[in-house]
């Protein structure tokens, strides 16, 4: 899943520096987020779906690291 979001948002968002930065801010931002949503421990279906998503932005942030 990660590899397929990778190549998506590649072609939305480009490539290049800028288009890095701005995947490494936004992909930063998104794991404040899950992990905020993981600290209270939340029901199991939400610890579920936040570990999915962070999983997936720490997939796009590695293959932005290695461009």
Same mark, same amino acid.
């Given at each position: ?38 600290? =209270?421990? =939340? =029901?199991? =279906? *939400? ?12 997939? *796009? ?7």
């Amino acid at each position: 899943m990660g590899a397929a979001s990778n190549l998506y948002l590649t072609e939305k968002i480009g490539f290049g520096k800028s288009a890095q930065t701005r995947l490494y801010r936004q992909g930063a931002a998104v794991q404040v987020a899950m992990y905020a949503i993981m600290s =209270p421990a =939340p =029901p199991f =279906p *939400v610890l579920c779906v936040t570990y999915v998503v962070n999983g997936l932005v720490i997939a *796009v942030q590695v293959r932005a690291a290695r461009t």
